[in-house]
């Protein structure tokens, strides 16, 4: 078994194996669709950037093979959309920065070899041992085996004549030929010499002794007895593969014949003389080679066959030879061969007219797989009412004048265009079909499912709605997300109204009983919703605790945290407890990156191409200096004033752009933006943090300002740090902030000369203002160092934050250890700072923020969801939590009689559903192998067996078999792996891990002149379609087209 380093070297051939084989695959094979695994995994060839190309390349190829065997073999499919992709996949990823040159070829070569076990155990696999590459290329029909014509031999056959013999001539050794060369010889198959007659009479020639005597009668020379004797002794020949002369390059040979059709036919050449006819198997020329007289089958023929140049130069310039046949394939096969690799199947080579015939039937079928688009008049009203849907049109679109004349003009004459009503109703019956087949998801699904619901305003109307959205992870242990409603509200809008409203709409649908958590943010309100609706359920005989039920927002936790370190530092005027800044930022994402802000984004390339386009050191201290006098300096900015701060609501407009001008202007940021301007309110002592974001808004005011920093940053900072930009923050946004701070800490040296020119150039009054401003906004070196461990100490808060708001990956599994970490952190920061110099009061600021971590951690402990949910992940399992520094013994205990107590209950489900075969024999003894038999004597033994089992399961498990690899974030694909070997312990993690703990905002803003139910009908058609829910759904059917 060859390690990655050795598959190396073999991976060019390998992979022209595997085009091969593939190229192989039997016409018994289904076509792949454009939705499946095959297309989805390999026909994405996008790069994780952070986890790199070796690591995208490995999840693809699991996530496309690492299922059962039986899955395994069913997604084996032919096609584009099919094998087609595997290896184009693999010679992108081989070239690769990572893999190319590394072991990670080799790590592809490995997948290859999968690949053919694989594709060695489908029902329709070549059968038997490895198959040649010689026998890959021979001949489909096997010749007979004949008996060698031998002439006679002499006497006597000694060393001792050789002196006396007068004809003996000793051997001469044959001279190494090139390809070239050899390809102009004459090739003997079946191990017998050949020879040309121009070779023999240039040998006569050279022989004076022969030419002078003759030859005629010339008995057999010593070399031709050893050759006679040698072909005497050697047995037959049982090997397919057509036998060459030595030095005649045997190889080129067997693969020139292999391109004809075997066995020929009976011919006569113009000559009238008998010969086989080898037809080309991949167009309509023949070559010819003797035939005895009479002889009609070819394997009854005695003549040997001559592999002349004939057959050599038509099989290099055949136009119709596939790859697959070329001589290159061939060398690919043997050397695949010999590297230990399964060879390729032989493939069906037909003739000509079948090759035509069956390209022909590959076209009908495409033909078949994608008709010719005709457009109907159901058809068109169809994707009228979906695209008017998907895209927020109103339900006029169609009648308006420009759009109107657009569609007379493509459509067939004397086709009614659907009007307002028309497009209304369509989309209200395609509402209904779209919510029955979400319900039937749900309810279809072997386990339960989770909701968030969120109350939602939009600006422009009048109408409340609450959103309810629903997770669920099927049984491919693929996370499915998807709105569920969008009910209007009444003028009630409390926690008692809302979990009401749900209810109603859950029970008339039928899936209440299917209801197992509720995820959202912790206000007070998610809270009353839960404990309502688990009032509710117990009406109904539906049991559900309301601390069970609710899982709080991990990332309103981290904002809380950090809004409350902000809040005790002095940078911003609310403690949570007053006003929860959370409510009013979650229309931003969840976590700030800078590389993902516009703003930045177009500062930086700015920068960069000034970078590349600088001028001269000369030129740039003048062109500062112009900018010092500059009339910027004299625009009314609150400098001549004294104005000590600056313009909150331009901040918020500058650093939201459109996201913060779509935020109610009634909200409590205009509150706190007339505060700000009040003159009334008394003014709060400025912190290091005010005077950075002073500091950096007056930076932003105009161009001007811009690009002089920008050459500071160029002159003054290190050559990392040359291309940074500021960032410039939002109160409200803690995670902004923190994002200026960190950026003006790494800019520290342009700052400080940015505050030294303020000044320069002014005189006057203008001159003393500056130098005013430049006081207040004086960042000293202790400063920054102070700065620099703020940001230290909420860095790690917002990777958490990060963390937390990746899509597709189970978030409720990560609470607990996230909380821990974030813990631990903020305990050493505050021990890594003495009492005498901290001066920004960092050590307070740091035990109120632990205060209400551990406060919040409190909360998700009192949910066994959370405890679960870690427990079951399979990186984390119970050895986590058996640090009894960092948690509560007692905690291990819980989650192991958690498991245990669920088990039971799921197993007793499972063995319901599953029930085992009757037993062959009474009376055996229990035993702790995990066979399958241990199920049939549990259900008709002792209880003592059923805790042997749970035992036995929950010990493997706990032992941290199967360990998940390091830096691999696809918890469900390891379940999806790994789960058949916990088949009780699967059912209890699908439960679990489905419950995420942020709540998404897919509501939009929607026409402000519909109904509520219209309005709301119309959003979730729109989620459900972009969700795939509408593909193939007829919802106009019965419905009768005009």
């Not at 859950?506 to 209801?515: A, I």
């Not at 313009?647 to 706190?672: F, P, T, Y």
């Not at 002073?694 to 002159?715: A, Q, W, Y």
Request: glycine share 6%.
């Amino acid at each position: 078994m060859f390690d990655d380093s050795q598959l190396v070297k073999h991976f060019p051939a390998m992979l022209k194996a595997l085009r091969i084989r593939i190229a192989g695959l039997p016409e018994s094979l289904p076509l792949a669709s454009s939705d499946g695994p095959l297309a989805r995994y390999f026909g994405d060839l996008e790069i994780d950037v952070e986890e790199g190309a070796k690591y995208t390349a490995n999840r693809q190829w699991e996530r496309a093979f690492q299922v059962s065997k039986e899955e395994q073999q069913n997604r084996i499919a032919r096609g584009k959309y099919g094998m087609d992709l595997v290896c184009p996949f693999l010679e992108f990823y081989s070239r690769q920065e990572g893999i190319r040159d590394t072991d990670g070829v080799g790590m592809l070569a490995r997948r290859i070899r999968d690949l053919n076990s694989i594709l060695d155990g489908l029902p329709n696999a070549t059968p038997g041992g490895s198959v040649s590459a010689t026998n890959f290329f021979a001949p489909r029909t096997k010749p007979a085996t004949r008996a060698p014509t031998v002439p006679a031999k002499r006497p006597a056959d000694s060393d001792e004549e050789d002196a006396n013999d007068k004809t003996y001539r000793p051997p001469r050794h044959t001279p190494v030929q090139s390809e070239e060369e050899s390809e102009n010889e004459i090739t003997v198959l079946d191990g017998q010499p050949a020879s040309k007659g121009k070779e023999k009479e240039q040998s006569t020639s050279k022989n004076p002794e022969i030419t002078s005597k003759g030859n005629n009668n010339k008995p057999p020379t010593k070399r031709q007895k050893r050759k006679d004797n040698a072909s005497d002794d050697e047995p037959e020949a049982v090997d397919d593969a057509p036998k060459t002369k030595v030095g005649r390059n045997p190889k080129k040979g067997r693969w020139a014949i292999s391109n004809y059709i075997a066995p020929p036919t009976v011919h006569k050449n113009n000559k009238g003389e008998p010969v086989w006819r080898w037809e080309c198997k991949w167009c309509s020329t023949y070559r010819t080679s003797p035939r005895t007289a009479g002889c009609v089958q070819y394997e009854n023929e005695t003549i040997e066959l001559v592999v002349d140049s004939n057959f050599h130069s038509h099989a290099r310039s055949c136009k119709r030879l596939p790859p697959t046949a070329s001589f290159e394939a061939f060398e690919a096969a043997e050397v695949a061969e010999k590297a230990g690799t399964r060879p390729v199947p032989v493939p069906s080579i037909v003739s000509a007219f079948e090759s035509q015939r069956e390209n022909m039937t590959q076209f009908i079928q495409r033909g078949i797989e994608n008709p010719a688009v005709v457009v109907t008049k159901r058809g068109f009203r169809k994707h009228l009412v979906e695209g008017i849907a998907l895209d927020d049109h109103s339900f006029s679109f169609s009648e308006g004048k420009g759009m109107n004349a657009l569609l007379r003009y493509l459509i067939p004459r004397g086709w009614k265009i659907p009007g307002r009503k028309t497009v209304k109703s369509d989309t209200m019956r395609l509402a209904g079909v779209l919510k029955e087949r979400v319900d039937a998801l749900i309810l279809a699904n072997l386990s339960k499912m989770s909701i968030a619901q969120d109350v939602w305003t939009s600006k422009n109307s009048v109408y409340a709605f609450c959103g309810v959205l629903g997770w669920l992870i099927d049984d491919s242990w693929i996370l499915r997300e998807f709105v569920i409603d969008l009910l209007p509200l009444d003028g009630d809008h409390s926690g008692e109204a809302i979990g009401r409203i749900v209810f109603r709409d859950l029970n008339k649908r039928g899936l209440v009983s299917r209801l197992l958590g509720a995820g959202g943010d912790n206000a007070s309100t998610n809270g009353v919703v839960c404990e309502t609706l688990c009032k509710l359920m117990w009406q109904i005989s539906l049991h559900r605790s309301p601390e069970q039920m609710q899982v709080g927002c991990g990332g309103h936790v981290f904002n809380i945290v950090a809004q409350e370190i902000y809040f005790v530092l002095g940078v911003v005027d609310d403690s949570p407890d007053d006003v929860d800044y959370y409510e009013e930022t979650r229309k931003f994402p969840l976590a700030y990156e800078a590389n993902k802000d516009p703003q930045v984004v177009a500062e930086t390339e700015l920068m960069a191409r000034e970078a590349q386009s600088s001028p001269d050191t000369a030129a740039v201290k003048a062109g500062r200096a112009a900018d010092v006098a500059d009339s910027d300096w004299e625009d009314s900015d609150g400098e001549a004033d004294g104005s000590d701060e600056p313009d909150e609501e331009s901040d918020l407009e500058a650093n939201g752009g459109a996201e913060v001008a779509a935020l109610d202007r009634q909200s409590d940021i205009s509150k706190l933006s007339t505060a700000t301007k009040s003159k009334k309110k008394p003014k709060r002592k400025s912190t290091i943090v005010d005077k950075l974001h002073e500091t950096v808004v007056d930076i932003n005011r105009s161009e001007i300002r811009r690009k002089r920093f920008r050459l500071i940053t160029r002159e003054a900072c290190e050559p990392v740090n040359q291309n940074l930009v500021l960032i410039r923050g939002m109160k409200i946004r803690w995670n902004t902030t923190n994002a200026e701070i960190e950026r003006g800490v790494r800019l520290e040296l342009a700052l400080i000369r940015w505050n030294q020119e303020i000044p320069r150039g002014l005189t006057g009054k203008k001159k003393k203002t500056a130098e005013l401003k430049a006081k207040r906004q004086y960042l000293s070196p202790r400063d920054f160092k102070d700065l620099k461990k703020i940001t230290d100490v909420m860095g790690v808060i917002q990777e958490a934050t990060l963390d937390l708001s990746k899509k597709g990956v189970p978030t409720i599994c990560k609470l607990l250890p996230l909380y821990k970490y974030v813990e631990k952190h903020l305990v050493a920061s505050k021990a890594a700072i003495s009492p005498a110099n901290d001066t920004c009061n960092l050590r307070k600021a740091i035990s109120a923020g632990l205060a209400k971590l551990r406060l919040h951690m409190e909360k998700a402990l009192v949910s066994d969801y959370p405890l679960l949910g870690a427990v079951l992940h399979p990186a984390i399992r119970v050895s986590h939590f058996e640090n009894s520094e960092d948690w509560d013994p007692a905690l291990v205990v819980r989650a192991q009689t958690l498991l245990q107590h669920l088990y039971e209950v799921y197993k007793e489900e499972y063995d319901e559903k599953h029930p085992a075969p009757a037993k062959k024999t009474a009376g055996a003894a229990p035993s702790m192998s995990p066979s399958k038999g241990i199920w049939q004597r549990a259900l008709a033994g002792p209880s003592s067996a059923l805790t042997t089992r749970v035992q036995t399961e929950l010990e493997v498990y706990f032992s941290g078999i199967y360990p998940m690899r390091k830096g691999d974030d696809d918890v469900l694909g390891w379940w999806r792996t790994y789960g058949m070997h916990f088949p009780i312990l699967k059912l209890i993690a699908v439960a679990v891990e489905r419950l995420f703990s942020s709540s998404k905002h897919t509501m939009s803003d929607a026409r402000s002149s519909m109904a509520a139910t219209t309005a709301a009908n119309t959003v979730v058609t729109k989620e459900l379609l972009n969700a795939g829910f509408g593909e193939g759904v007829d919802f106009l059917e019965g419905i009768t087209i005009h």
